[in-house]
């Protein structure tokens, strides 16, 4: 965990609880955490899901990688202590908007197990719903997509560290959902993680 290096600071408590948030949106909060290969369809199903819980009054916000790392996280690179950094960072925003009774929907590469595994206790800790949901793809079938042409820089050369090329992918060891984008399609995809939430009580619609 990150060392606490400003002193004399103490947390304040307010009158209103998450218990009370979540009571007035109709719905619990919960991070929902995608973790995957670039171009493995991470950033497509948060999408999806997130315009189909508009839809179903439910209130989400989603966090993707490349947008963070053009605002709070633009001072960091793609060294494994600035991943670690990113993933931390964004474990704390996930966490925020949870206490506020949202659904997180945080869609990043994340390769490394500890930094993933470092948000669940963060979340764990606080007594929040914290939900890792691998989508799984073959790094040939995301490297056939290659939507932003990331990989065909990596193999020229032009992009260091770039995760399935020169950097390692850690998959999840028991992910609550393990998605196959290149097997199954969109919609099976978002169905399985609706009847998740449902099962687990985060909404009920």
């Known amino acids: 965990m990150a060392e606490q290096k400003a002193t004399n600071v103490h947390w304040h408590e307010g009158d209103i609880t998450r218990e009370h948030r979540e009571k007035l949106l109709g719905h619990k909060g919960a991070t929902l955490w995608f973790t995957g290969l670039s171009g493995s369809g991470k950033s497509t199903v948060a999408v999806e899901l997130e315009g189909i819980l508009h839809e179903m009054g439910i209130v989400s916000y989603r966090l993707d990688g490349d947008n963070v790392r053009m605002g709070i996280n633009k001072n960091l690179g793609f060294s494994a202590e600035d991943r670690a950094e990113n993933i931390r960072r964004i474990g704390e925003v996930a966490k925020l908007f949870v206490d506020s009774g949202q659904i997180a929907l945080s869609s990043f590469v994340s390769p490394?197990?500890?930094?993933?595994?470092?948000?669940?206790?963060?979340?764990?800790?606080?007594?929040?719903?914290?939900?890792?949901?691998?989508?799984?793809?073959?790094?040939?079938?995301?490297?056939?997509?290659?939507?932003?042409?990331?990989?065909?820089?990596?193999?020229?050369?032009?992009?260091?560290?770039f995760t399935g090329i020169d950097d390692p992918y850690e998959e999840p060891l028991n992910p609550e959902i393990h998605l196959h984008s290149d097997q199954q399609s969109l919609e099976e995809e978002v169905n399985e993680i609706l009847d998740m939430l449902r099962d687990r009580g985060i909404v009920n619609k």
Request: one cysteine or more; proline letters at 2%; a negative charge.
């Open 112 to 161: 490394y197990r500890a930094d993933r595994d470092q948000v669940r206790t963060l979340h764990q800790e606080a007594g929040m719903e914290f939900i890792e949901i691998f989508v799984d793809c073959s790094l040939e079938a995301a490297e056939a997509r290659d939507p932003k042409g990331l990989y065909k820089k990596a193999r020229a050369g032009e992009i260091k560290n």
